[in-house]
């Protein structure tokens, strides 16, 4: 029975290998798996980090359009985002000024650190999933009036994957635009450069927010980016959501004519 027993065990410890074998390996930097069960899992190509990542003196609030916080400046030119819906929470633990530790990923070669938690004055925030069922209710956006602003760009504003969805103005007004005006315009959106839009938001204690429906370098070269209210992304305007009826018209010519292509050699 033994040299059966052994041939049997064997035969096992092959196949395992060969089907071990056959497994392909890791992509090389990828993300590793969520910690809990319901863990945030961090960006394709984001590097999770234990422990902090960033830390530094808060600068100012990083606003939407609805008036939240939704993201950190610090002094050091890091910007830290979060959800929204931490706007409160976020608030009541640190203010400009305050000295913060924030925990969560960073995206190789860009300035920007997605928040798992952050730490200040001996209190913490942690963006902890829902507990299933329990789920917080839709938040209502505020009310957004038409604005208008304009300056010299003292910042880009960055996705955490290292999208241009915005800028910062030299009077500390957050104007935000989708992604891909930033990725079409990204030679004319550059510190230092005169910039003017016009859109929807909110101006408040906090400061002031707009997404752009025009923007252009001057008051009187600003071109249409998006129709109207109703057009502006992922918040619902005077005109209903994006769609709604009372939304303007489609999105005409953008902002500034992109850059004419190299000639051919």
């Known amino acids: 029975m033994t040299p059966r027993i052994t041939f ?42 234990a422990g902090t990542v960033a830390s530094g003196r808060v600068q100012q609030w990083l606003l939407n359009p609805n008036g939240e916080a939704d993201g950190l400046l610090l002094a050091d030119g890091t910007q830290v985002a979060f959800p929204p819906h931490l706007s409160a929470a976020v608030m009541q633990v640190l203010r400009p000024g305050d000295t913060v530790q924030v925990s969560g990923w960073r995206a190789p070669g860009v300035p920007v650190v997605r928040m798992q938690s952050l730490a200040a004055n001996g209190r913490s ?10 789920a917080p209710p839709p938040r209502e956006p505020g009310a957004l009036v038409a604005l208008s602003a304009g300056g010299r760009i003292d910042r880009l504003l960055y996705t955490d994957r290292g999208d241009v969805h915005g800028v910062l103005l030299a009077d500390r007004t957050t104007v935000r635009f989708p992604p891909h005006i930033g990725a079409m315009y990204g030679a004319q959106l550059q510190p230092g450069a005169q910039f003017h839009a016009r859109g929807w938001g909110t101006r408040g204690a906090q400061g002031t927010a707009l997404e752009a429906t025009s923007m252009g370098p ?44 190299m000639p051919a050699s």
């Open 218 to 261: 001057t008051a009187d070269t600003v071109r249409e980016v998006f129709g109207g209210p109703g057009l502006v992304p992922a918040h619902r305007g005077p005109g209903g959501p994006r769609g709604a009826r009372g939304a303007g018209p489609a999105p005409s010519a953008p902002l500034m004519a992109p850059p004419a292509p």
């Open 125 to 134: 925030v942690t963006d902890e999933p829902p507990v299933p069922g329990m």
């Open 8 to 49: 049997i065990a064997a035969a096992c410890l092959l196949a395992g290998s060969a089907a071990f074998a056959q497994m392909p390996p890791p992509p090389p930097g990828g993300p590793l798996p969520p910690q809990r069960p319901g863990a945030t899992a961090p960006l394709p190509h984001a590097v999770p980090t």
